[in-house]
């Protein structure tokens, strides 16, 4: 059971939250990724930007620099360092 925070202390992110631009490095990400899924299979992600925007669609490919999805049937690429939250829907995340 995880532990409440204290006084001051940053709550521990939700099970789903894959990467946080405020606590998490491009390498993290990168890592993360490879880690969960390799090369394998077309995982849905929901990516928060730091624009305000989200986009919801199936990781096609990444590197530590991009990441390209297929979004409404159209084929995506966002910039890493753009990125603000990445978020693995129904799936917990691990770190």
Same mark, same amino acid.
């Given at each position: !059971? @995880?532990? *409440? @925070?204290? =006084?001051?202390? $940053? ?7 894959? =990467?946080? &631009?405020?606590?998490?490095? @491009? /390498?993290? #990400?990168? $890592?993360? #990724?490879?880690?969960? =899924? ?8 929901? #990516? ?6 989200? $986009? %919801?669609?199936?990781? &096609? +490919? +990444?590197?530590?620099?991009?990441? @390209? !999805?297929?979004?409404?049937?159209? $084929? ?7 990125? *603000?939250?990445? %978020?693995?829907?129904?799936? &917990? *995340? /691990?770190?």
């Amino acid at each position: !059971m @995880a532990r *409440a @925070a204290g =006084f001051g202390e $940053r709550p521990a992110p939700p099970p789903s939250l894959l =990467f946080d &631009q405020n606590s998490d490095s @491009a /390498e993290t #990400l990168w $890592r993360r #990724l490879h880690d969960r =899924f390799g090369s394998t299979g077309s995982p849905r992600l929901i #990516l928060h930007l730091k624009n305000g925007t989200t $986009r %919801i669609g199936n990781l &096609q +490919y +990444y590197d530590r620099s991009l990441i @390209a !999805m297929h979004v409404g049937g159209n $084929r995506i690429e966002i910039w890493v360092k753009d990125i *603000a939250h990445v %978020i693995v829907p129904g799936k &917990q *995340a /691990e770190g």
